[in-house]
Each structure stands twice: as structure tokens, then as C-alpha cells.
């Protein structure tokens, strides 16, 4: 009894810290939503002690009825600790997910800059001024060789070569202060990201599992639905049934077999004729004298000698009565024959 009131007490507990959690977590008892969460905590609570009691009494088909409820009821209880898990997990990793994305940020610049850097090996300006260097350079050696090429003309090849290189020069220059500024980028880029360190991750177990972090939320929501809420009702029910009542059941003689029908047959010779009595015995040949006597007074059928001994041994065996053999003989240990106790009383009564 106080087993089972101190587990009614635990599972009672149970249910209403798992009602609290989710009320606060919801915006506390003011919002609509604590109500709701109250009377199904309270129905789960009665609908176990419920389940505890029909089952008890045998009601089956009713308490079936109570389990698909509670059902349900833990399915809500499920929902509403996966939901609160999961919305504080994304909370927690907020501040984690944006340092990721300004570092992948960070890490797309810095690639960019590269790529960047190393397409600049030349520019069309320079392909250009290297193109009509070689020109004026091929000119100058072409005409500078014939007799019509006159001093002034030489001057004007050169002036052309002299142009030329010029214009090779400065594209060079401009090509080469485009590189000094992409790698000035590209430093600054690189420590910008190496500047950029990832905070611890919250999803550790995840992580190392390589699952995604919501299947882990509603793995650990469905444990602790589990624990929390199963073993309430469970506890309830444990508490509100008691196996020891008498259960009274209509028996169908249609239904049982041969071997329980003897059985059946003799334990009614035995509550006309024996009584359970501790202290007592006697030879389990005077029971076997007595049925016929019984069969022929009550009306009823009797059975075959082989067939009544073993139905005589599974009904002692379900009565206690401890059938052990003495000097050859066998004897049946704490029953009597009413009519031999009620003579034993006597004498005594009489000494």
C-alpha cells in the first residue's frame, strides 16, 4: 500500500513539472495555451489512474480506451518538449551560425582575390604596346638597310621605336601596380579571415555523428517525453491497481479442455468434502474413497480412477495442499475431510 501511494505521489509529480516546463517555455500561465496544456496534464493524470483501475477490474475494453488516449496525450506532450528544444537549440546557435556565414564571407573574398591575382599576367594595353614594339623595332630594320631611307627618315623610325617602348613600359607598370594592389587585397583579406575564429559548436554530439541537429532534438525530446511523462502514467497506474482483489469471471465450460474440466469436476468434490486446514493430513486413499460416495450422493458423473488421481494432484497443487509419500503410502499435507475434522474438534472439546 505505500509502495504504491509513493509512486502515485512521484508520477503525479512528474506530469506537473513536465506541465510547468512547457507552460513557462510557452509565455507563462497567462497565455491561453497554459490551459490547455493544464487540462491535458490533469486528463492524462486521471486517465492513468483510470487505465490502473479498469484494468484491475478487468474492464479491458475500457481501458483501452483510456491508453489511446493517454496515447495521444503523451503524442502532445512529444510535440510540445520537441518544439521547445528545438526553438532553444536555434537560439544558441544563432550567434554560431553568423560567425559561419562572415567567415565563408570572408573566405569567398579571399578566393575571389586570388583568382584574381592570378589572371593578372598581362593586359591588352601591354599585349598592344609589346605588339607595336616589335613593329617599330621589325620597321627599323627593314628600312634602315635600303639607300631611300634618308636621315630624316631614320629619325622618324626611331622616334616610332622610341614611342613604342614607352607605351610597353608604362603598360607594365600599370599591369604591375594592379598586382602590388591585388596582393595589398589579398592580405588584407587573409587576415580579416584568419581574424574571424569559430565559437565552440552546440550541436557537439551532432557534430561528431555527423547527423543533422534536429534529429538529435527530437531524439532527446522523445527520451525525456519518455521518462517524464510514460513514467508518470505508469507510476498512476501502478498506483491505482491492485492485483490482489478477487477477480470473478464467468467460466465457459465450452472453452476449456478435458484435463480442466476434471480439475473443475474435482475441486467441486473438494469444496463439498475438504476444507484447507493447516496442521492437517491424511492418506490420500481416504479422499479417493470418498468421491465415489460423493458422486453417488450429488448425482454426479465420476471419473475414471486414472483420470480422477491426476486431476486430485493439479487440484491440490492449486490449493497448496503438499502431497508427499510416507512409508509407501501417500498422504495430502494441510487439508482434511469436513467430517473427520468437525469429530477431532469434538474430542478436543470434550477432554
Known amino acids: 500500500m505505500l ?102 564571407s570572408a573566405q569567398e573574398r579571399v578566393s575571389a582575390i586570388e583568382v584574381e591575382l592570378a589572371a593578372l599576367t598581362t593586359t591588352p594595353r601591354l599585349e598592344v604596346a609589346l605588339a607595336a614594339k616589335t613593329a617599330a623595332d621589325q620597321a627599323v630594320i627593314d628600312q634602315a638597310s635600303l639607300r631611300g631611307c634618308a636621315r630624316n627618315c631614320r629619325k622618324l623610325l626611331t622616334a616610332q621605336v622610341e614611342a613604342a617602348g614607352n607605351e610597353a613600359a608604362a603598360a607594365r607598370s600599370e599591369l604591375e601596380a594592379k598586382q602590388n594592389g591585388a596582393r595589398d587585397r589579398l592580405k588584407q583579406a587573409t587576415a580579416a579571415l584568419a581574424a574571424i575564429r569559430l565559437p565552440a559548436s552546440k550541436t557537439g554530439l551532432a557534430d561528431r555523428l555527423g547527423s543533422p541537429p534536429w534529429l538529435i532534438d527530437l531524439i532527446s525530446a522523445a527520451l525525456v517525453s519518455f521518462s517524464v511523462n510514460v513514467l508518470g502514467c505508469a507510476l498512476l497506474a501502478f498506483a491505482a491497481h491492485n492485483p490482489s482483489r478477487p477477480q470473478l469471471r464467468p467460466v465457459k465450460l465450452h472453452r476449456l479442455s478435458k484435463t480442466d474440466k476434471d480439475v473443475l469436476h474435482i475441486e467441486l468434490f473438494f469444496a463439498e468434502q475438504l476444507e484447507a486446514s493447516r496442521g492437517y493430513c491424511l492418506p490420500l486413499s481416504e479422499v479417493q474413497h470418498a468421491y465415489p460416495t460423493w458422486c453417488q450422493s450429488s448425482g454426479a458423473k465420476a471419473l475414471p480412477e486414472k483420470r480422477a488421481g491426476q486431476a486430485m494432484l493439479k487440484a491440490f497443487a492449486k490449493h497448496d495442499a503438499k502431497v508427499r509419500e510416507i512409508d509407501g503410502a501417500l498422504v495430502v499435507f494441510n487439508v482434511a475431510l469436513r467430517s473427520d475434522r468437525k469429530a477431532i474438534e469434538d474430542l478436543r472439546a470434550a477432554a
Open 3 to 104: 509502495l504504491r501511494f509513493f509512486a502515485g505521489l512521484v508520477g503525479a509529480g512528474l506530469l506537473a513539472a513536465a506541465a510547468y516546463v512547457n507552460i513557462e517555455a510557452a509565455g507563462g500561465f497567462g497565455e491561453a495555451h497554459a490551459k490547455l496544456v493544464m487540462a491535458t496534464a490533469g486528463g492524462v493524470a486521471a486517465g492513468a489512474i483510470a487505465l490502473g483501475t479498469t484494468w484491475g477490474q478487468g474492464r479491458y475494453v475500457l481501458a483501452v480506451i483510456f491508453a489511446a488516449a493517454l496515447v495521444c496525450g503523451e503524442l502532445f506532450g512529444l510535440m510540445q518538449t520537441g518544439e521547445r528544444q528545438i526553438e532553444a537549440r536555434e537560439k544558441a546557435q544563432a550567434p554560431v551560425r553568423a560567425v559561419h556565414e562572415a567567415r565563408a
